[in-house]
């Protein structure tokens, strides 16, 4: 079974710039969409951006960060980056990244968090000056 954890997170300035990991243990990551999603306090999941597998690399952005994050995959290392730019206090939320079941191959990555299975513990960023 897949393990996820999420890194990078912290407390940064409007305009600064974060870079978050989510490292996969157990199992690789190589053949299954990937998602980042964030939670603010009070407000539901919502999705980021996310990653198909390595066979089709399709990616989603949420129209709040498209041109502002990048989501990139390194197979060797088994782990997910998502750049962060230009933040905003509205991007302030905990981020979670999470994945699919092994076997599951999706031509599009979906956006929906229903879709996926194992979550990482999440990571706090914080924009504010």
């Known amino acids: 079974q897949v393990r996820l954890v999420e890194s990078g997170g912290g407390f940064v300035q409007p305009g600064g710039s974060l870079r978050l990991s989510c490292v996969a243990s157990?199992?690789?990551?190589?053949?299954?969409?990937i998602g980042w999603f964030r939670q603010a306090p009070g407000k539901e999941r919502e999705g980021v951006s996310c990653?198909?597998?390595?066979?089709?690399?399709?990616?989603e952005y949420a129209r709040s960060v498209e041109g502002r994050f990048t989501i990139s995959r390194d197979n060797a290392k088994n782990t997910v980056y998502l750049t962060m730019k230009t933040l905003r206090p509205e991007d302030t939320a905990v981020y979670y990244c999470a994945t699919v079941r092994p076997g599951v191959v999706h031509i599009r990555c979906p956006m929906d968090a229903n879709e996926y299975n194992y979550w990482g513990p999440g990571t706090q960023v914080t924009v504010s000056s």
């Open positions: 157990g199992s690789s990551l190589d053949f299954r969409a």
């Open positions: 990653i198909s597998s390595s066979l089709t690399e399709s990616i």
